[in-house]
């Protein structure tokens, strides 16, 4: 969307309906559960709007929950697996479709900015990837913090706020760090990414995350 996108407000429904963008089937591209075959739930709108978000969340349309479910399930053989994202997820009220889809022996992941918080189930996995603003980061939630499993920092050279892993909580909760190099939509920019991530990965023990789904030309 690289920041032309709405920044649309947080819901508050029962959560029997969600703006869905699109429902898939792939691989998990990046972060913990790379490489592992998963359900894509994309979720419309964003709380935010990046410069660098190429991610297409816009354009989306209302589901019925239990048409969620039964997408799901058609898309089902062999996968575990259900990543819900955006866009922001946590901008919408995704509570009882993550206690459904747990009663179904589903892993959940769900991937966040950090700025809104929802009381998931604790089997829910939370994947925070922060974001800068005009002030630098955003700050995380305290609430959401304690219930994060793992932070993905973006990590570019030419963008001061990008080129480091700020201090935003994580060592209170001992929280894993993957560093993941900034698609720029430059060959050269993101080669210089990928070495700074490598080097910040070497220096302080952080796990490196490629964006494999990119690599292999895949959804």
Do not use: W
């Amino acid at each position: 969307m690289f920041g032309q996108n709405p920044k649309r407000a947080t819901l508050f429904n029962d959560g029997t309906s969600l703006e869905i963008k699109s429902i898939f089937k792939t691989l998990q591209g990046e972060g913990p559960f790379v490489g592992m075959p998963a359900i894509f739930i994309r979720l419309g709108g964003c709380n935010l709007a990046c410069n660098f978000c190429d991610t297409d969340f816009e354009n989306f349309s209302m589901y019925d929950i239990n048409d969620i479910i039964k997408e799901v399930l058609k898309l089902a053989t062999n996968v575990n697996l259900i990543v819900i994202t955006g866009g922001e997820p946590l901008r919408q009220n995704i509570e009882l479709l993550c206690s459904q889809l747990i009663k179904l022996n589903f892993i959940i992941q769900v991937e966040t900015n950090g700025t809104i918080y929802r009381p998931l189930a604790d089997e829910v996995h939370i994947v925070c990837s922060p974001k800068v603003g005009n002030k630098g980061y955003f700050r995380l939630r305290d609430d959401l913090l304690s219930r994060i499993n793992a932070i993905k920092f973006l990590i570019a050279k030419n963008l001061p706020h990008y080129s480091n892993v700020p201090e935003l909580g994580q060592n209170k909760y001992n929280i894993p760090i993957f560093v993941q190099p900034m698609d720029q939509n430059d060959q050269y920019l993101n080669k210089e990414n990928e070495r700074l991530a490598v080097d910040l990965a070497l220096q302080h023990g952080y796990r490196l995350s490629l964006q494999i789904h990119k690599i292999l030309n895949i959804e």
